[in-house]
């Protein structure tokens, strides 16, 4: 008996879904692009924007738009943060709506563009700037933000939909979707390994990667026999955690983690931490914003210590 990668068990409440992750090639016109600038934002805005100031510099346009100057601004900012794909972030706020954020950042009027680097803030201009000026400007920022070790990276503060709202995948999640549905689980590999290349801290692909694995390792199981032999070697270190693929796969997610994380409690050596390394790859799998996935980790913490 096979399982096969695009199969769903009737019986599987909790089955993670692993293939229905619609490819859409393209955006219509109207479509949202995904992007790291946020449009209008007010105070709630403003201090869900400044939660990434620990880990990128953060860019806010206190914006006038009764000012052409500000539209200016917009045209030449917006896409060079955007270009950056993620090294930073930027907010934009109304002040004609929201004259209170003006005396927050101690400006007397818009626009202005300032600039806050972990803790501290920098006035950058307040009218329009060339593109070349402005490139030079936000490198000096990015390399300011390295050496106070602010090198990483964020997602997308907006993603890319089309015209119905539903999210459009990045090219090279597009691509590796498109791979994986076609079985091509080395294409799909390299794809996801590509947009982690470009982006370290893309979670997406760092989770699509983890269930690609998932997949390609589980193809062409017997699952009699895998469970069978997990069942006559319970101390093999490969035996359970082939099983607790098919677990993860069939839906068994809490069994799957169970499993392991018992495994780990009962073991030592290389083999303790092969499985600890293979649950860390099945959490990347459901994500960890399951709640099954929190319990989890607090499980194997104590079995780890």
């Known amino acids: 008996m096979t399982q096969q990668p695009n199969s769903t068990p009737s019986h599987s409440r909790d089955a993670i879904d692993l293939t229905n992750i619609p490819a859409q090639s393209g955006q219509s016109q109207g479509a949202l692009q995904r992007s790291w600038v946020l449009q209008d ?18 860019i806010i346009h206190l914006a006038a738009p009764s000012n052409p100057a500000s539209g200016q601004i917009d045209a030449v900012l917006q896409p060079a943060i955007d270009a950056r794909a993620g090294r930073m972030v930027m907010g934009r706020i109304d002040t004609e709506a929201h004259p209170e954020l003006l005396q927050m950042f101690g400006v007397p009027a818009g626009p202005m563009v300032v600039a806050l680097i972990g803790q501290q803030a920098l006035p950058l201009f307040n009218e329009p700037v060339a593109a070349e000026q402005l490139e030079q400007l936000l490198d000096e920022i990015n390399s300011s933000a ?29 691509e590796a979707e498109a791979a994986l549905q076609a079985e ?30 998932l997949m390609q390792r589980t193809h062409d199981a017997d699952v009699q026999q895998v469970r069978a032999n997990a069942a006559d070697h319970p101390d093999d270190v490969a035996a359970q955690v082939a099983v607790a693929d098919l677990d993860l796969l069939g839906g068994h997610v809490k069994d799957a983690f169970e499993r392991l994380v018992k495994y780990i409690g009962r073991s030592a050596g290389e083999d303790k931490d092969t499985a600890r390394l293979h649950l860390l790859e099945l959490y990347s799998v459901v994500g960890d914003q399951d709640e099954r996935v929190a319990l989890s980790r607090r499980k194997l913490a104590a079995a780890l210590f």
């Open 41 to 58: 934002i007010d105070q709630r805005g403003l201090e869900g924007l400044l939660q990434n100031a620990a880990t990128v510099p953060v």
């Open 146 to 174: 390295v050496q106070a070790g602010m090198a990483g990276t964020v997602p997308p503060l907006v993603e890319a939909t089309d015209d119905d709202g539903d999210v459009v995948l990045p090219p090279l999640h597009q």
């Open 184 to 213: 091509n689980y080395d294409e799909a590999l390299a794809a996801y390994e590509k947009a982690l290349a470009e982006n370290p801290q893309d979670e997406e692909a760092q989770r699509g990667k983890a269930r690609v694995g």
